[in-house]
């Protein structure tokens, strides 16, 4: 099994700051996900905008 | 007083510029055995007659033996503009020996509007260009795109301080080098994850919508090329609604926000950075536009009554109002309808979207939201300094993904100027077509003139072809002028200047 990158070599986990551990995760990620986070947000930031969209018209016909 | 430049910066210059030339050139060059196998000869010799003579010129060019290849401010900027000059060239050529076109000012136009990302076009009878040259229309898109996301990373990455201007004012290095790297790999990332998307998304969505085999691979292309780099050329005449799907329409809405949203924005998204992005000010005002665009197209839709329904009234106006923040000018109603049957208040909407566009650092034209937010952030500060006591010191600053940015009179002034400058071509783009065509209305042209500066490509039934020859100039330049931000252009003119009148 591959050594827990976050211990030295004796198997001692390395203390640092939560952020930095939290960008360790993050950099740690294959490609292929990152790729995926990225697409995936403007999917979801698509997504948000439609509803936006329908809410809008439904009130702007409504309203006019 | 002008310095005259010296023999190495002429040879970098010819050196780097040359490089892109090359990629561009092999790139449609490579499309001629594409043209073959479609049984497309004539359009496979008229590929390589544009070609082969720029390929030869670009490996010629790059042994040019010069003693210094820093790429410094000045030179980065002059080989962006010769760059992208040489290569609408070089795709002139093919277009033209293809007999769509009325003129070489006609075929020059659709090139240049092709590696600006703009999309408007004057060619005769889309419906039968040969299939090659449809795909050297997404090449045109696609290598512009990434041309320009390329020198903007690299840009933002060597001045590590945000690139309002093309000066090197606020600069803390003087060499555009150290970026490249980075900027290529960002580059070619947001390319490539974009691209696989689409084609995926798209070409599914297309075959469900009932698309014939033989044309989807082209299609879907054409398609994903259009809206992902936001250049806008349509494969077939017709909008999108023609494919009657709103699952084609979504997913050319997701490519079109992907393709308008920062190389900056997507790699934090990538790394999960969301409170980055939610606290970065251009993603702010970028999505403020959005909003207050979209809200501007609904009631101005309602209200001139185009549609009796809710759904249409969604769908049309969602569309348009991304295609025209993003500035990729797509639409699923024909474009004439913007002026005929939009009434006044969603076509003014659509207009102030077009000219703001995207984000800065994305591949979207406009003056862009940053500029825009800016703008305001100089109001307020003004504002507080009226209010505060004599003598106080008042801070503005905005957050760029996770770092405090302190708003100066630069970024103001530099804000300040590209705007004003997008204004004025705006005017002086439709004036000259009020000149040309005295049954245009203000509208139309006014549009027109924005949907060209802003590198939209919305056409409104105005640029036809065999427009007089002064038009097509004028507004070749007003693409080339929005893409290159203006100063891009000056910098090159006055490059040229110095050379013939500088002191050596």
Redesign the interface.
């Known amino acids: 099994m591959a050594r827990d990158r976050r211990s030295d070599d004796a198997g001692r986990a390395v203390i640092g700051s939560d952020e930095r551990d939290r960008r360790w995760q993050?950099?740690e990620?294959p490609t292929w996900r990152?790729?995926l986070?990225?697409?995936?947000?403007?999917?979801v930031?698509?997504i948000v905008?439609?509803l936006?969209?329908?809410a809008?018209?439904?009130?702007?016909?409504l309203?006019? | 007083m002008l310095l005259a430049p010296s023999v190495d910066d002429v040879k970098a210059i010819i050196r780097a510029s040359a490089t892109g030339v090359l990629v561009f050139s092999l790139g449609i060059a490579l499309l001629a055995p594409v043209a073959l196998v479609l049984g497309e000869a004539n359009a496979a010799t008229a590929l390589l007659v544009g070609a082969a003579p720029a390929v030869a010129m670009g490996v010629l060019g790059r042994r040019i033996p010069t003693s210094s290849l820093r790429l410094t401010w000045t030179r980065a900027i002059v080989t962006a503009t010769t760059t992208w000059i040489a290569c609408a060239c070089v795709a002139a050529v093919p277009l033209y020996l293809s007999g769509h076109f009325v003129g070489v000012d006609a075929a020059f136009f659709d090139a240049v509007s092709g590696v600006t990302n703009t999309g408007h076009s004057l060619v005769a009878d889309l419906d039968h260009l040969p299939r090659s040259l449809v795909l050297l229309r997404s090449w045109m898109e696609v290598a512009g795109g990434a041309a320009f996301l390329f020198v903007g990373q690299s840009l933002l990455e060597a001045r590590r301080a945000l690139a309002t201007s093309l000066t090197p004012g606020d600069t803390m290095g003087e060499h555009v080098m150290p970026g490249t790297g980075k900027g290529l790999r960002r580059t070619w990332?947001t390319i490539?994850?974009?691209g696989i998307?689409g084609v995926v998304g798209v070409g599914v969505a297309l075959s469900v919508a009932g698309v014939p085999l033989a044309s989807l691979p082209i299609t879907t292309i054409s398609l994903v090329a259009a809206a992902a780099t936001t250049g806008g050329f349509i494969p077939n005449t017709g909008a999108v609604g023609a494919y009657h799907s709103v699952v084609v329409e979504?997913m050319l809405?997701?490519l079109m926000?992907?393709g308008a949203?920062s190389v900056g924005v997507?790699?934090a998204?990538?790394?999960?950075?969301?409170d980055r992005?939610r606290n970065d000010f251009s993603f702010q005002v970028y999505v403020g536009m959005?909003?207050a665009v979209?809200?501007g197209t609904?009631?101005g839709?309602?209200?001139a009554g185009t549609f009796e329904?809710?759904v249409p009234?969604?769908r049309h106006?969602?569309f348009s109002?991304?295609a025209a923040v993003t500035t990729t000018g797509l639409s699923t109603v024909a474009p004439e309808l913007f002026i005929s049957d939009f009434g006044v208040l969603a076509p003014a909407a659509l207009v102030t979207g077009m000219a703001v566009g995207g984000m800065l650092g994305s591949m979207s034209g406009g003056f862009s939201t940053l500029r825009m937010g800016l703008l305001a952030k100089g109001v307020i500060s003004d504002v507080r300094k009226v209010l505060q006591p004599e003598g106080a010191v008042s801070r503005v600053g905005w957050m760029r993904l996770g770092r405090r940015e302190v708003l100066t009179d630069a970024h103001v002034r530099s804000a300040a100027t590209t705007v004003m400058l997008f204004l004025i071509g705006i005017l002086a783009g439709a004036t000259v077509l009020l000149w040309a065509d005295g049954r245009i209305a203000l509208r139309g042209a006014l549009l027109t003139a924005t949907s060209a500066i802003g590198n939209v490509g919305l056409d409104v039934g105005v640029l036809e072809p065999g427009q007089a020859w002064y038009v097509t100039t004028t507004f070749t330049i007003l693409m080339l002028l929005g893409r290159l931000q203006w100063l891009g252009i000056f910098a090159a003119i006055g490059f040229v200047v110095a050379i013939v009148q500088g002191r050596r």
Not at chain 1, 37 to 43: E, F, K, Y
Not at chain 1, 56 to 61: E, H, M, R
Not at chain 2, 269 to 274: P, T, Y
């Open positions: 993050r950099t990620e990152r790729a986070n990225g697409i995936g947000s403007v999917v930031m698509a905008v439609v936006v969209g329908l809008l018209s439904w009130l702007a016909t309203v006019l | 990332r490539a994850a974009l998307t979504f809405v997701v926000l992907g949203t997507l790699a998204a990538a790394r999960r950075q969301h992005i959005l909003a979209l809200a609904m009631v839709l309602a209200r329904a809710v009234v969604a106006g969602i109002a991304v």
